[in-house]
Structures are given as C-alpha cells and as structure tokens.
C-alpha cells in the first residue's frame, strides 16, 4: 500500500514533462531504474508520449528487459519517433533476446545503401548468432569499411576470430575494440569469457571488474556470473562465494544463481540446498 501511495503521489506532484526531465537527468547520472520509475508514472498520465517511451525502451534496454525494450521501443515508432533512429535498438535488442531471424528478416527488408555500420554490425552479429560464419565477416567488413573505428565491428571479428580457435586475431581484435571504446561492457564481458575460457584467470578478473565499473542493471549480474565462474573454475572459493552470493540475491529467480551456488557447493563438498519456491 505505501509503495502504491508513494508512486500516486509522485505521479501526481509533477507534470509528465517534468518527470521526463528527471528521468534524462537519470539516465545521464547512470541511474536507468530511477528513470524507469518516473518513466511509467509520466506515461500513466500521458500514454501517447512518445518520447517517455522511447526513453524507457531505452532504459529497459539497458536494465537486460530486452523483451520490454522490444515493446517499448516499438510502440514510440507507433507514436512518431523516427523508426530509422530506434531501428538499432530495437534489433539489439531482439539480438539480446535470442531472436537472431527477427533481425535478419528486418534488415532483409533494407536496401543496401540503407545500411551505415552499425546495421552492418548488427547483421554480422546476427548472422554469428546463426553460425554463418562466412556472411558475417563479410558484414563486419562492410561496417568496418564505412567506419573503420566501429568497435562493435571489431568485437564481432574477434567473435569470429574466438569461434574459429584464432586465439592471436581475438586477443588482437579484443584489443582493438576495446582501444576504441573503453567503456564497452559488450566487449568487457566477451574478453572475459574469451580469456576464461583459455583459462587465463587473472585477464577474466580483470575484464569481469571492468564490465562491472561500467555496467548499468543486467550487465553487472552478468558480470558478477562471470566473476563467480572464474573464482570457482580458479579454484577461489572465497572470491566464489561473494560474488554468487550477490547473483543469488540481486537475480533469485535465474536458473543460472542457483547452478553457480550448486557448483559453488560440490566443489566445497556440502549439499547445496535451493532457495527456490515449489
């Protein structure tokens, strides 16, 4: 009852446009759930607001709710925002949604001078996702070749690089995308599995922290799950148990808290009791 009262009373002390405002500030501050929150109370009371939309969509995107990004982002083109600007977001997140032949089939609809990088990008990543491996570099080498600074284009070419057990064309474009955009936590993360899966432990902590210091909602859950992979694969019980203890608590109901936790405890040789609800 009080968290219903606070949210009337917040929706009702500030006008939509108001609320708007704070939730820019928000997202700006790195604060994508306060933003949502004033978000949903300025759409309560304006629903055809299609930039509070676009907003949220953006803001879900960013949180790991792709499917209500989906949505969100979908109904603000309804609305009138520009399709054209909302099209990558929308296809990341279908990407993050595993909807990999969503996105092909939309962007088999463009022609091809449609396409600046970071659709190319998006196509190659779709295409990876499809194990065509082939037509995907050819994708990120037409990114690459409109914007040779595309750091997602060579994060997909160090993907490709990964999958094709090019260990020394991985490290080399991991490094580039990441000499290019230091703050990517797409990439952080990717490094990170990269490394640990060659077992090099300290560059997996390393690239773990680092996309958890630049991570926003979901992404720090995932970098917590990596931090715990590598801390048990590592045999760090300790570290181990930390950061699974904060995947348990900030995401209890993943499949994925509570196999860490179950590994996490065989590999201490207790019993590993679930939490979960029947």
């Known amino acids: 009852?009080?968290?219903?009262?606070?949210?009337?009373?917040?929706?009702?002390?500030?006008?939509?446009?108001?609320?708007?405002?704070?939730?820019?500030?928000?997202?700006?501050?790195?604060?994508?759930?306060?933003?949502?929150?004033?978000?949903?109370?300025?759409?309560?009371?304006?629903?055809?607001?299609?930039?509070?939309?676009?907003?949220?969509?953006?803001?879900?995107?960013?949180?790991?709710?792709?499917?209500?990004?989906?949505?969100?982002?979908?109904?603000?083109?309804?609305?009138?925002?520009?399709?054209?600007?909302?099209?990558?977001?929308?296809?990341?997140?279908?990407?993050?949604?595993?909807?990999?032949?969503?996105?092909?089939?939309?962007?088999?609809?463009?022609?091809?001078?449609?396409?600046?990088?970071?659709?190319?990008?998006?196509?190659?990543?779709?295409?990876?996702?499809?194990?065509?491996?082939?037509?995907a570099r050819a994708a990120f080498g037409n990114a690459l070749r409109l914007d040779p600074k595309s750091a997602d284009a060579h994060l997909g070419l160090a993907r490709i690089a990964w999958t094709s057990n090019d260990a020394g064309t991985a490290e080399r474009e991991f490094a580039r995308a990441l000499q290019l955009a230091p703050g990517s936590v797409r990439a952080w993360l990717a490094k990170g599995d990269f490394a640990l899966s060659r077992r090099q432990f300290p560059a997996a902590v390393q690239a773990f922290e680092a996309a958890l210091e630049n991570g926003r909602g979901f992404d720090r859950i995932r970098a917590r799950i990596g931090l715990s992979r590598t801390y048990i694969f590592s045999g760090d019980k300790e570290k181990a148990q930390v950061n699974v203890d904060v995947v348990l608590k900030r995401a209890p109901e993943m499949a994925m808290s509570h196999y860490l936790a179950a590994l996490l405890a065989r590999q201490a040789g207790r019993p590993r009791v679930s939490s979960r609800r029947r």
């Open 1 to 135: 009852v009080a968290a219903v009262l606070v949210f009337a009373l917040t929706a009702g002390a500030r006008s939509p446009e108001e609320l708007y405002e704070r939730a820019q500030a928000s997202a700006t501050a790195g604060d994508p759930g306060a933003a949502v929150v004033d978000l949903k109370n300025a759409l309560q009371e304006r629903p055809d607001y299609g930039a509070a939309r676009r907003l949220l969509g953006e803001q879900y995107l960013r949180l790991g709710d792709s499917a209500s990004a989906i949505k969100e982002l979908q109904r603000a083109v309804e609305l009138g925002e520009a399709e054209r600007d909302l099209l990558p977001l929308i296809l990341r997140a279908e990407l993050d949604n595993g909807n990999a032949p969503a996105v092909l089939e939309r962007l088999g609809k463009l022609s091809a001078d449609d396409f600046d990088a970071t659709l190319w990008t998006l196509r190659g990543d779709a295409l990876l996702d499809a194990r065509d491996i082939d037509a």
